[in-house]
């Protein structure tokens, strides 16, 4: 009995010796597996000891050692307060292994750059119209003045379901049904996808993607066609990015322009250049004033309202700023490419 | 087109570098593609425009940059040796269809003697990058590409009975052509006939028999203006672009034709031809000059520019338009011929912004006296609706909307597709009625090419032909999910994708739409494996079906791993009204957690216990998760465990135990009663 309590005395001593000691949450667990730990506890073999005594002896030892085991274990819990946690987080062992990484889904550039555009032009108070893929030619020549049988249909090689429905070759049939439907003021784009019968080659496909600008309202003038589209085509490459405005001809629109952005490959320094072909200048969109016959066409006085319109290829602006060789990987669809974009 | 710098000269007297060239012409539209230079010449490569057939010819360059450069066209006559005999006394030219040939100019040159061009003229053969051919044709060829106007030479000793005749083609009539081929005429064509047959197709092609040879002597020049449109529809008939119907077609000058004759006429007297008495001009009705009205006022307000009048006279006479001041700073302008694009004051308008430069036009932004509130935000739903998929993992793709008809066959998609006409080739001769299709191909491509896991998506339209020949487009969404989705990292093993990942991504999309939780029945389609699919539900629509790729479908394309996709109707869901956003208090109480483990017949699908946890009675229910669900040898056959975690709140006060604990024994015996659940 007594040499319980000796050691209960003993193990006290040390215990708040050692407790008075503590600097850091560690040793307060280290401190609580020393007398309290499973197999080697002071106290747990003090435990171990108190089966061994008879029953008489158990009475009085039982008391003094859960009286002991209460102190140590309020004392403890005070230290713990004081020592806060970390101490029972596991440390880890090598932190230069890799991170857990998220897969994040990639857009596909052209709806990345699509987006991109819309924007722009968003921000400069347009919005965004829809049209179908599958039009009439009254929408997507006629209205727009191409009379029939002319050579400027060329440029625009359909793909044709019956006599009267086509697959339209340009997003400008959307501007009619705009027009039909809308008075001015108007400042709209329209992407969309557009189809031609093209054979497949590097920078040609049966289908692509388009975006149409429109801007409907008294006084507007092919400066404001110069100013918008800079302003657009700066903020899509680059302030220093330099741009020309040349002479045209779409039938929907008179005067027409052709706008060529400076060679991002080779700023006109390579005569070999494959992107520009040596001249410095990449052909980047067409635009104009919208022709009085297409006015007339929708009802709106020509005399009253005036108007700028711009059509550009995406992927063909894509492929240029993000120096895509060829246009056929847009539609091919290798996740190898694809996943590229969600770096953008 | 090509244009030489030497070749210009002889219209104008040009004094600029190579360079200074190119930036008039692109300064004025005619943009500069290449520039060749050769020892002697510099040969641009231009870009010209379906409106201005004038600049299809070396003198409407020169005319553009003499108006640019401020300088004269020189002008130059047509010295010819004459022969006794007049023209009339030589061929008798009939025009039948007056219409579709407003104009024919016809000399005789005889005495010829056909051989190979001298150095001048091959070389401008050569320059504009065709092969000379014997001086007589290559006169022709120096004349179309001088005036843009097509000169065609008949050997007149193969003119039967002298006649030219100029009518429509004849039933069943056919031409062997110059190229060497033999085509058909139909009644609509136009031709250039003799007494007997067709000798050429009107301002398309000449025929072989009446073509100039090594032994031709005597020449019938043929200078003529033909109708745009039925040229064009002749030649697209037969197939055919030449040199000559590409101008014509596009509207040749009708005042050019007998320049054209006489020009011819005078460069053959230098191979020893001798050209008949009076030109023979047919010019049934003469046309009236076009006249458009030009207001300073309209030049400015469109372009926003300022232009002294004088500029505008200056550069329109330049042009050789004839300008008449009807009141100040209002003029009526006289349109020459050899211009078919001007007919509206924006088409003179576009002549002075031209010269004036395009980047002399200031810039300026668009200005704005009011905005539109975007209306519906469909696209921006749809953007969001990608983003769910990105942090879902899959990636965007873009597929043709054409489809292989044979492939449509085999999918079934219970759509009619829609054919093409004229398709760019037989397995893109239809649309596509599915994304599935597509999004497969993807799948096998990408497979094929070290990828080990596809997830995937397309958002676009698919296409049917639906009753009454209406010609439908729907806005659709697939996806597509198989392979690996996660390879093996230190920490933790590899996971392969599932039908609940597919799942999982349409239950968040439609939250994120903010619509009810789909529902989903089971379903058969052609498309999945049987059993194996459901359809998506939006209250009792269908708005999409999502399933296991059949087996049968998938062997089509070598493809052996399982595959999961679906296929949602967005043009039906988006047109659905989301429930408003409302913002819901923060509970100010705790809620307490119950787990709940019961045994239940295997038989009961998931469905069904949702729809009775759903309906359960009890009061403070916020949620409840299956956190565990498994059969096992150890439980009572035919039963499988589950394992639901039920989440109790009050909104105004701390729950009691004694309370929830009554819930959870209510919740028991509702379970009991209407499951026949039993308790672990």
């Known amino acids: 009995m007594s040499t319980l309590q000796d050691k209960i005395n003993n193990y006290r001593q040390l215990f708040f010796d050692r407790a008075a000691a503590v600097k850091e949450s560690q040793q307060v667990e280290e401190l609580r597996q020393l007398f309290l730990g499973r197999k080697k506890g002071y106290l747990t073999l003090l435990f171990e000891e108190f089966k061994n005594l008879s029953p008489e002896e158990k009475k009085t030892a039982g008391r003094v050692l859960n009286e002991f085991k209460t102190e140590i274990q309020s004392k403890l819990s005070e230290l713990e307060k004081n020592f806060p946690v970390s101490g029972t987080i596991t440390p880890i062992e090598d932190l230069t292994l890799p991170g857990r990484q998220l897969y994040w889904g990639a857009p596909h550039p052209i709806t990345l750059f699509e987006r991109k555009i819309e924007n722009i032009f968003i921000s400069m108070g347009f919005s965004v119209e829809e049209g179908p893929e599958i039009e009439t030619d009254y929408y997507n020549f006629e209205a727009l003045n191409f009379p029939p049988d002319h050579p400027a249909r060329d440029s625009w090689d359909t793909l044709y379901i019956n006599d009267k429905l086509l697959l339209r070759t340009h997003t400008s049939p959307v501007q009619i049904r705009v027009m039909e439907k809308k008075k001015p003021p108007l400042r709209i784009i329209i992407p969309g996808r557009v189809f031609r019968r093209e054979t497949p080659d590097p920078t040609h496909l049966p289908m692509f993607y388009q975006v149409e600008g429109l801007v409907v309202d008294k006084g507007i003038t092919f400066a404001h066609l110069k100013g918008t589209l800079e302003f657009f085509l700066k903020a899509l490459f680059g302030e220093k990015i330099r741009l020309r405005f040349r002479p045209s001809f779409f039938p929907f629109t008179e005067p027409s322009a052709e706008v060529d952005i400076e060679c991002i490959v080779c700023r006109g320094q390579n005569p070999e250049c494959r992107v520009c072909g040596g001249s410095g200048w990449k052909e980047i969109l067409g635009s104009g004033m919208v022709d009085p016959q297409v006015f007339k066409n929708v009802n709106i006085d020509p005399e009253i309202y005036s108007g700028w319109a711009f059509g550009l290829g995406i992927d063909r602006t894509a492929m240029f700023a993000f120096q895509i060789p060829e246009m056929r990987y847009f539609y091919e669809n290798d996740l190898r490419f694809i996943r590229q974009f969600n770096r953008k | ?680």
């Not at chain 2, 009048?309 to 009141?327: A, I, Y």
């Not at chain 2, 395009?358 to 990608?386: C, H, M």
């Not at chain 2, 392979?483 to 999309?509: C, H, M, N, Y």
Request: charged share 25%.
């Open chain 2, 1 to 680: 087109m090509k244009i030489c710098y030497s070749w210009l000269k002889e219209f104008i007297d040009l004094s600029l570098s190579p360079e200074e060239l190119a930036d008039c012409l692109n300064q004025i539209g005619l943009m500069v593609e290449t520039i060749k230079k050769t020892d002697e010449d510099i040969i641009y490569d231009i870009e010209t425009y379906a409106n201005r057939p004038d600049t299809l010819g070396h003198l409407g360059v020169a005319r553009e940059i003499a108006t640019l450069l401020g300088l004269p066209i020189k002008t130059r006559s047509w010295r010819v040796q004459m022969l006794e005999e007049a023209t009339t006394d030589l061929i008798d030219v009939q025009i039948q269809e007056p219409l579709l040939c407003p104009r024919y100019c016809g000399l005789v040159v005889k005495g010829l003697k056909v051989g190979p061009s001298p150095e001048w003229l091959r070389k401008r053969i050569e320059a504009i990058g065709l092969r000379p051919i014997n001086n007589v044709v290559d006169v022709s060829n120096y004349v179309c590409f001088s005036l843009a106007q097509p000169i065609h030479t008949f050997d007149l000793s193969r003119i039967e009975g002298g006649q030219i005749k100029i009518r429509k083609a004849r039933k069943g009539e056919c031409l062997r052509t110059l190229e060497g081929s033999q085509v058909e005429l139909t009644p609509e064509m136009l031709v250039i006939a003799d007494q007997n047959k067709p000798l050429a197709v009107a301002g398309v092609i000449g025929g072989e028999e009446s073509g100039i040879t090594e032994t031709t002597t005597d020449v019938f020049i043929e200078s003529a203006n033909f109708n745009p449109t039925s040229i064009r529809q002749t030649a697209k008939k037969l197939g055919l672009s030449t040199d000559a119907s590409y101008r014509f077609e596009r509207g040749a000058d009708i005042n050019a034709a007998p320049v054209g004759a006489s020009m011819t006429a005078s460069v053959l007297c230098e191979f020893g031809g001798r050209v008949s008495q009076g030109l023979f001009d047919a010019y049934p009705m003469p046309r009236r000059p076009k006249t458009v009205n030009l207001r300073l006022k309209k030049i400015n307000g469109l372009l926003g520019i300022t232009v002294e009048p004088d500029f505008v006279v200056r550069t329109l006479t330049g042009l050789g338009l004839k300008l008449k001041e009807q009141n100040e700073n209002f003029w009526i302008a006289e349109i020459p011929t050899f211009r078919v694009d001007l007919e509206r004051e924006a088409d003179l308008i576009e002549e002075i912004a031209r010269f004036y430069g395009y980047d002399r036009i200031p810039s300026q932004v668009t200005p704005a006296n009011s905005f539109t509130l975007p209306g519906e935000r469909k696209r921006e739903r749809i953007w969001g609706l990608r983003e769910i998929l990105f942090h879902h993992g899959f990636d965007e793709v873009i597929n043709f909307s054409f489809a292989d008809p044979e492939k449509e066959q085999l999918w079934q998609s219970g759509f009619q597709a829609i054919k093409l006409q004229n398709p760019v080739s037989s397995k893109m001769s239809v649309l596509r009625t599915s994304l599935l299709p597509g999004l497969v191909e993807n799948a096998v491509w990408n497979f094929n090419r070290e990828a080990e896991g596809v997830h995937i998506f397309e958002v676009g339209n698919v296409y049917s032909l639906e009753q009454d020949n209406l010609h439908r487009e729907r806005l659709k969404l697939g996806i597509l999910t198989g392979g690996l989705r996660s390879q093996r990292t230190w920490k933790q093993p590899e996971q392969e994708t599932d039908f609940f990942v597919l799942k999982g991504a349409i239950e968040d999309l439609f939250t994120y739409l903010g619509y009810d939780s789909p529902s989903f029945e089971p379903i058969e389609h052609p498309f999945f494996q049987s059993g194996q699919s459901l359809e998506v539900l939006l209250k009792q629509d269908t708005v999409g079906l999502i399933g296991l790729l059949k087996t049968d479908l998938a062997r089509n394309y070598d493809l052996e791993r399982p595959v999961f996709c679906a296929e949602i109707d967005l043009a039906e869901l988006l047109q659905r009204q989301p429930r408003p956003f409302k913002f819901q208090a923060i509970p100010k109480f705790p809620g307490i957690s119950r787990d709940l483990s019961f045994l239940i017949d295997a038989a009961i699908p998931y469905q069904q216990i949702k729809q009775q946890l759903e309906k359960l009675p009890v009061p403070y229910l916020e949620k409840f998760t299956i956190y565990d669900r498994f059969q096992r040898k150890s439980l009572v056959p035919g039963t499988i465990s589950y394992s639901v975690r039920f989440f109790f709140r009050h909104s105004d006060r701390t729950l009691q135990t004694e309370e929830v604990d009554r819930i959870i024994q209510e919740i028991i015996s509702q379970l009991k009663s209407s499951l026949k659940i039993t308790l672990r």
